[in-house]
């Protein structure tokens, strides 16, 4: 006979409010996706509305010296009205460009994770997987670093997030959360519809394919197919058939769900030289101005507590939007002028001066965590004197130079890319020529990391830019 019992089992859970998990998301969200989540909430909510009353103010960079000598100043607005300017939708809406009312790629992959029967916590490190993706749907950072973000008290460890990645790696489209190229190619050959890739239907078609991707994707990039058919040891005509089936792959699966943000890059903050130096300003036209509608607060003030539960409950999400949008730009605020005090070389002379500056740098000068960090810089955007730049862009790692300092990733491509441009077309410099070059101006790094560089700026190797003089 089965006897029942109660027993006791005490454990540490990971919970995060409604406002919290907002607070986070609203970080995280771009200009254009922030007044689109904006649009929404006021079309739901009635009590929140558009404060239009005030017209943005003018910026004076001196005037900024005496208003942000503290990179997050105090605000003096009522709790109910945040400070700032128009939104994006005031009188000049004609002249801004719509945010995507599309399903976006977070939302088509959270929609399939609703479906599985995954558990409470399993569903949770997912998200934040999803979370981390790029914009072609690759996971953006490595799993034990991600580990490395949460909490002591979750406990995870990275056979949990291993096993979160195969589960989101089943989703919909095929190949999202990959870790690179080749096993994204991989993931989309491990289950292929015939409709759409009649190649993969034969079996010795598709293990040739699944073959490249693993082990010799760069002979393929090269147009080898000698070495290639000695590598695989399969005649000609194989190769063609897996040649083609791997051409028909998408090599960014994430990109059909991406909002052409760097097309209609709307800056959040505005880089000002002052008299006491480069200090950061909010742009009044990407930060909305949002309050609580005066006469449905004024109703529910008189009525007694308890009456109208649901507009109470209406008027506590509308506080919390307003308090998570005015938190969303003092973050970005605080996070853009540490960066400004560190990269101030730049703002005077250019990329070439750009200094190494990782996330840990600006998080354990705040206070901040790194992933607050990231989010507060993704898709976030400066207009500088150089243009208007992505938050991130000021990040990188060093390389040393022969006087014992570092130069930041950003500063070497600067000077990759000058050497490019006033090279002899008829005779281009190689990358170990180049790597030379830097040499001479104190900054050693190796033969392929001037490939490295070189490749990710899209400059061509030296033979096929010659080649390309020779055409002209």
Not at 157 to 163: G, K, P, S, V
Not at 204 to 233: F, G, I, K, M
Request: glycine share 6%.
């Amino acid at each position: 006979m089965t006897r029942h019992a109660l027993e006791l089992r005490p454990g540490q859970h990971l919970a995060l409010t409604p406002q919290l998990q907002q607070s986070i998301r609203m970080l995280q969200l771009s200009t254009l996706a922030l007044e689109a989540e904006i649009s929404q909430a006021l079309d739901e909510n009635p009590l929140l509305e558009r404060d239009e009353d005030h017209a943005p103010d003018d910026i004076d960079p001196d005037r900024e010296d005496t208003a942000h000598d503290d990179p997050a100043p105090e605000r003096e607005a009522a709790v109910d009205e945040m400070p700032g300017a128009k939104g994006v939708h005031g009188d000049d809406d004609h002249d801004m460009p719509e945010a995507a009312r599309g399903e976006t790629l977070r939302e088509h992959l959270l929609a399939q994770l609703a479906l599985t029967r995954a558990s409470r916590r399993d569903a949770a490190l997912v998200a934040l997987l999803i979370d981390e993706l790029d914009d072609n749907g690759y996971l953006g950072s490595p799993l034990e670093e991600i580990l490395g973000w949460l909490p002591p008290e979750v406990e995870a460890d990275i056979d949990e997030l291993r096993a979160a990645l195969r589960l989101l790696q089943s989703f919909d489209p095929p190949g999202i959360g990959a870790r690179d190229m080749a096993e994204c190619l991989a993931l989309q050959l491990r289950n292929p519809d015939p409709a759409t890739l009649p190649e993969a239907a034969d079996p010795a078609v598709l293990a040739c394919a699944r073959r490249v991707c693993a082990e010799h994707l760069p002979l393929l990039a090269v147009s080898n197919p000698a070495r290639l058919r000695e590598a695989l040891q399969c005649d000609d005509a194989m190769v063609r058939r897996a040649r083609a089936l791997i051409l028909k792959l998408d090599p960014r699966p994430g990109r059909r769900w991406t909002v052409p943000v760097a097309d209609y890059a709307i800056p959040d903050v505005i880089v000002r030289k002052g008299r006491k130096g480069w200090r950061v300003v909010l742009n009044s036209a990407a930060m909305p101005r949002l309050r609580i509608n005066g006469v449905y607060a004024q109703m529910l003030g008189n009525q007694r507590e308890g009456s109208h539960s649901a507009l109470h409950a209406q008027l506590q999400q509308a506080r919390w939007m307003i308090r998570n949008v005015e938190q969303r730009f003092d973050t970005i605020l605080r996070v853009a002028q540490a960066i400004v005090d560190h990269q101030s070389a730049f703002f005077s002379q250019g990329p070439s001066a750009m200094r190494p500056l990782i996330l840990k740098d600006i998080a354990g000068e705040l206070g901040l965590h790194e992933s607050t960090i990231s989010r507060a810089t993704t898709q976030k955007y400066m207009l500088t004197p150089f243009g208007t730049m992505e938050l991130k862009d000021f990040f990188g790692a060093g390389v040393a130079t022969d006087s014992g300092d570092a130069a930041s990733a950003t500063a070497v491509q600067a000077h990759i890319k000058r050497l490019v441009a006033e090279e002899n077309r008829a005779k281009p410099l190689s990358d170990n020529q180049l790597m030379q070059k830097l040499a001479e101006q104190g900054i050693v790094i190796a033969r392929r990391t001037v490939a490295k560089y070189r490749e990710s700026m899209r400059i061509a190797p030296a033979s096929v830019r010659k080649a390309q003089a020779a055409l002209r």
